[in-house]
């Protein structure tokens, strides 16, 4: 299976600890993106990748998190002191540039945080 | 301010009959548009998407449409099938290939 994979599934952590959470895109994807999915609400935008440049990050990305992709492959979201309010599904996608659709993106299965 | 409204948490609709998702945005510089079906403990799965200088597009049992001066989008399913049953997100790209800015979701529940 070359789909996105995300790693680990769960987390669950106690407030004020760190927590780092890793994606694998789909393997020719130049572009990684992360998302936030609360319940009840729709996916929200983090940041993206283009290869390894970090090309937009949301005002959501507090300075407690921060995101890496240092090869341009795999990449890393670590929260520092997490709070209550981390508590989410985080979500990975990838997507292809040089595409007839580089709009589509392709998500993996999310992991999802909880903070005690 | 939510950029991309899916004013219908749930929508019931009977096995074979037409399950139709709506979509309202407000940011008139949108380009493209998608349709995402998501199952519990799965990520979001892409669907069907429109560009904005079209107002149909068509791939099997799924249809979207776009009304740009309404700034409205549907999905329609014909005909709905039990697998069907799912959250439907719709998505729309403010800039190519970029970021995507998400509705709240519509759960469709779709009874044999």
């Known amino acids: 299976d070359t789909g996105v994979s995300q790693d680990p599934r769960h987390k669950i952590t106690k407030r004020g600890q760190n927590v780092t959470f890793r994606c694998d895109p789909i393997s020719e994807h130049n572009r990684l993106y992360w998302y936030r999915q609360t319940l009840g609400q729709g996916p929200e935008f983090l940041t993206y990748f283009q290869n390894e440049a970090q090309l937009e990050k949301s005002r959501l990305l507090s300075d407690r998190f921060s995101a890496e992709r240092p090869k341009g492959s795999f990449s890393t979201l670590e929260i520092q002191r997490t709070e209550q309010g981390d508590s989410a599904m985080y979500l990975c996608?990838?997507?292809?540039?040089?595409?007839?659709?580089?709009?589509?993106?392709?998500f993996g299965p999310g992991t999802r945080l909880t903070v005690t | 301010d939510q950029q991309v409204k899916q004013n219908s948490p749930s929508l019931s609709v009977q096995e074979g009959r037409i399950s139709i998702l709506n979509c309202d945005y407000t940011?008139?510089?949108?380009?493209?548009f998608l349709w995402y079906k998501k199952y519990p403990a799965e990520g979001p799965t892409f669907l069907i998407s429109i560009s904005s200088i079209k107002d149909k597009n068509e791939d099997g049992r799924f249809t979207v449409f776009l009304n740009k001066s309404a700034k409205h989008l549907s999905l329609h399913i014909v005909p709905s099938q039990p697998g069907d049953s799912a959250v439907y997100f719709c998505?729309?790209?403010?800039?190519?290939?970029?970021?995507?800015?998400f509705g709240q979701g519509t759960e469709l529940s779709v009874k044999p």
């Open positions: 940011n008139s510089m949108f380009d493209y």
């Open positions: 996608a990838s997507s292809l540039e040089q595409t007839r659709s580089p709009y589509e993106q392709y």
């Open positions: 998505a729309a790209s403010p800039n190519q290939g970029g970021k995507l800015i």
